[in-house]
Structure formats: structure tokens, C-alpha cells
């Protein structure tokens, strides 16, 4: 049984309350976690979808869910939505003890390979025995 927190009407979402305190696996979290960034798509809040989709939630405790952030506008904007979500996952889990906290993180920025000789390089510096392969056969490399 689910009821809107108590308080002022002011027109803004209430966060849903309840008795329901039913356990869930982080596999049943992650799961009910793609199914809400489906619907945010699906509903064209692509910024709020992209910035849930960067980062898989992290299950501190059996009720506290952590959402990773890049930085504090994104916390912002995720907060703005935070209600939405919380009263998602409360309902979808059957757990209204279940609360959401963030951290931010950096992001870890991956070196594209471009050009041919920037692939070599990388692939050498993994095996050092392909530039012996490649002077055996007398290969170039293309720029």
C-alpha cells in the first residue's frame, strides 16, 4: 500500500511512502535501473537518460543506492528528477526504505587510435615481437 509524504500541497512531486520493506539483489536493481532509462528515452529526456546510462548505480547498503555523477550540474539535474526516480525504484522494488545519495566521479578518458603508425605503436608497445615480425619481413607503415 503506497501514499504521497505528507505535507503542503504545493504542486511539487511528493516522494511516495509505504510500508513495503521487500529485499532486492543488485541484479533486480540494475534491472528495474534499465528499465527506467528506457522509459526516460522513450519520453526524449535524453540529458537526464545520458547521464543515468554513463554510470551503473552502486548498491551501498540493502536500501541506499549511489548514482555516480561527473560533475555538479549533472548532480542538479539529476536532483530536479531525483523524486521521480526514487518514487520509481520505491514502487518497481517494493521497498519505500530504499533512498538515493550521489558521488562524483571522473571519467575516465579513453586514447582514441587514429592514424596507422598511433595503432602500431599501441599494438608494439602490447607485443614487442610485432616489430621484429614487421623488420623481418620488410613491412612500412603507412602514415
Do not use: C, H
Not at 15 to 33: D, K
Not at 35 to 52: S, V
Amino acid at each position: 500500500m503506497e501514499r504521497l509524504a505528507a505535507g503542503e500541497d504545493d504542486g511539487s512531486p511528493k516522494t511516495v511512502t509505504g510500508e513495503a520493506r521487500e529485499s532486492f539483489s543488485y541484479e533486480r536493481l540494475l534491472e528495474v535501473w534499465n528499465n527506467y532509462i528506457q522509459i526516460l528515452k522513450a519520453a526524449d529526456k535524453i540529458n537526464l537518460f545520458t547521464i543515468l546510462n554513463n554510470f551503473a548505480p552502486t548498491l551501498v547498503n540493502p536500501t541506499l543506492i549511489e548514482i555516480s555523477v561527473e560533475s555538479k550540474t549533472q548532480e542538479q539535474f539529476v536532483v530536479q528528477e531525483s523524486v521521480e526516480l526514487m518514487n520509481y525504484l520505491r514502487n518497481t522494488l517494493q521497498n519505500f526504505a530504499v533512498d538515493i545519495t550521489f558521488k562524483q566521479v571522473e571519467r575516465k578518458i579513453e586514447n582514441r587510435l587514429y592514424g596507422n603508425r598511433e595503432k602500431y605503436d599501441y599494438l608494439v608497445n602490447k607485443n614487442p615481437k610485432l616489430d621484429e615480425l614487421r623488420k623481418r619481413f620488410n613491412l612500412d607503415i603507412n602514415p
